[in-house]
């Protein structure tokens, strides 16, 4: 810390080299964004090891190397705290883990003022959550999607927050999510291994993309059980992108069930979800795996699935 200033050091390693610096930062510090690391470089608050000022985001990185970036500190947080009574899957003094519902957005935006994951921490942590994420979103470390049940960690403090993004970083956060994918998947246990980045027709999707053109994602999964039209399939990340299961597995011809972006249900899998008012991509973080920022445990949490995904695949039972 200096002044009002945190200062992150990272070590990119050799992978990095030739990369563009906002993007081996972006890979590096999952919990900024890189238009974020944009204006970072541009206002020169990221330096070399030397103490030099980086200030071009499009210049290539050279690795191995330590980077400094200096983080204005957060303004105070104008969200509003609400008591949303959220299930709590592990908690203590450095670090939250929130078993959130579907429907519930992670952090406020355009549209989301209040109701979300960081409005119902602002309530239950009163004022312990880590200031690295910023006004928008205090202590959240990663994201599910809005309509993605299952299990989210969030930071106390500065230290747990970064320690945990580093494991992000490094991809060695377990995390295993339950889904239902249409049809039957074939082989029934495999690996998907492809780039994602923005779909060039819609921005506000994510699309395979040409390797190199976006970022490496890799998901395993394998099937649960066999189901009418449907499998109940387990996915494990080894990556973690932006809608990565949902769009690894519309990839291979299998989107998920209810899914309104990456896929559509025929008849009559869409007449039962109709029927059931199933209206939301079936995924749930079921697993998260972390070794502890602070004490240096082993935490592994396990969610069970909610209602809804529960009676939809009771019905589909073959």
């Known amino acids: 810390m200096q002044g009002d200033e945190d200062i992150l050091t990272i070590a990119l390693g050799e992978g990095a080299a030739g990369e563009r610096l906002d993007r081996a930062l972006a890979e590096a510090l999952p919990n900024l964004s890189r238009e974020r690391l944009k204006m970072l470089i541009k206002g020169g608050r990221v330096a070399d090891a030397s103490g030099a000022v980086l200030w071009d985001p499009s210049a290539k990185a050279a690795a191995p190397t330590t980077i400094k970036v200096r983080l204005p500190a957060p303004a105070p947080a104008h969200n509003v705290a609400q008591d949303l009574g959220l299930v709590i899957a592990y908690e203590d003094e450095h670090l939250i883990v929130v078993d959130k519902p579907a429907g519930m957005v992670v952090h406020p935006a355009a549209g989301n003022a ?3 994951l960081v409005n119902a921490l602002l309530y239950h942590c009163a004022g312990q959550l880590s200031g690295i ?22 930071a106390k ?4 927050h970064e320690g945990l993004a580093r494991q992000f970083a490094a991809h060695s956060i377990e995390r295993r999510y339950l889904a239902l994918a249409t049809g039957r998947p074939m082989p029934a246990n495999a690996t998907v291994d492809a780039a994602l980045g923005r779909s060039a027709t819609n921005r506000k999707k994510m699309a395979v993309v040409p390797t190199g053109r976006g970022k490496h994602a890799i998901t395993h999964y394998r099937t649960i059980e066999l189901l009418t039209g449907a499998t109940l399939i387990e996915c494990r990340l080894e990556t973690g992108r932006t809608h990565q299961v949902r769009v690894h597995m519309a990839h291979i011809g299998h989107p998920l069930i209810g899914d309104p972006v990456y896929g559509r249900s025929r008849k009559p899998l869409s007449d039962v979800l109709k029927a059931r008012g199933f209206a939301r991509q079936a995924l749930h973080a079921a697993h998260l795996g972390f070794i502890h920022p602070v004490t240096g445990n082993k935490i592994a949490l396990d969610s069970e699935l909610p209602q809804d995904m529960r009676e939809l695949i009771d019905e589909l039972r073959v």
């Open 114 to 116: 209040d109701g979300t």
């Open 133 to 154: 994420g910023g006004v928008a979103r205090p202590g959240i470390v990663h994201r599910i999607d809005k309509d993605t049940s299952g299990l989210i960690v969030a």
């Open 157 to 160: 403090h500065d230290k747990a």
